[in-house]
């Protein structure tokens, strides 16, 4: 199936979520210039909300200096609370502005470059080929000298009041 635009593009996440299937993902920098932020924390506050546990390849970058003292949320605490378990590597090691996502037999492809277009694959060989390759791909960055420092640069990340406490409720 195809999608464009942001509604196509936001219908990707909703599957996911209708899905309740753990999902594993490699994170597109470009997510947070395309969404709003607060959409993208609505998102991603959804499947903690569900009890929908998530990995992702994540760059490890410097946060927001605008995110308020009182919206910092140490990145453990919030990894906890978000059901998230990231795999750290460097902003430079991918800036490419297309994400890839493997949920129960579904792989979603997320384009947010000069297209916004988005695809979803229905295959269990397909999802459970790109599930072994995320994994190959996990244990490989976790190897890499000095893994064990990260994060280096993400020490906290944003969480608004009104979204943390929706995190908090479930």
């Known amino acids: 199936r195809f ?3 942001q ?3 936001l219908a990707i996440y909703h599957d996911q979520l209708k899905t309740s299937q753990p999902v594993c993902y490699v994170r597109s920098r470009d997510d947070v210039r395309f969404f709003d932020l607060e959409k993208l924390h609505d998102i991603r506050n959804t499947f903690a909300k ?3 546990e998530r990995r992702t390849i994540i760059q490890d970058e410097t946060p927001r200096a605008n995110i308020p003292e ?3 949320t140490p990145i453990d605490a919030s990894d906890k609370a978000m059901l ?5 590597i460097d902003p430079q090691d991918y800036e490419e502005p297309v994400e890839w996502a493997v949920y129960g037999n579904k ?4 384009s947010y470059g000069q297209e916004a277009i988005g695809m979803v694959i229905e295959s269990p060989q397909i999802a459970k080929s790109f599930r072994r390759l995320f994994t190959l791909l996990e244990e490989g960055i976790r190897r890499r000298p000095g893994y064990s420092l990260r994060p280096l640069r993400t020490t906290h990340t944003g969480m608004p009041d009104k979204l ?3 995190t908090e409720a479930k």
């Open 3 to 5: 999608f464009q635009g």
């Open 107 to 110: 792989l979603s492809i997320i």
């Open 70 to 72: 009182n919206e910092r």
């Open 164 to 166: 943390r406490s929706k």
């Open 84 to 88: 998230l378990t990231r795999t750290w």
């Open 50 to 52: 569900r009890g929908i």
């Open 7 to 9: 509604e196509g593009l």
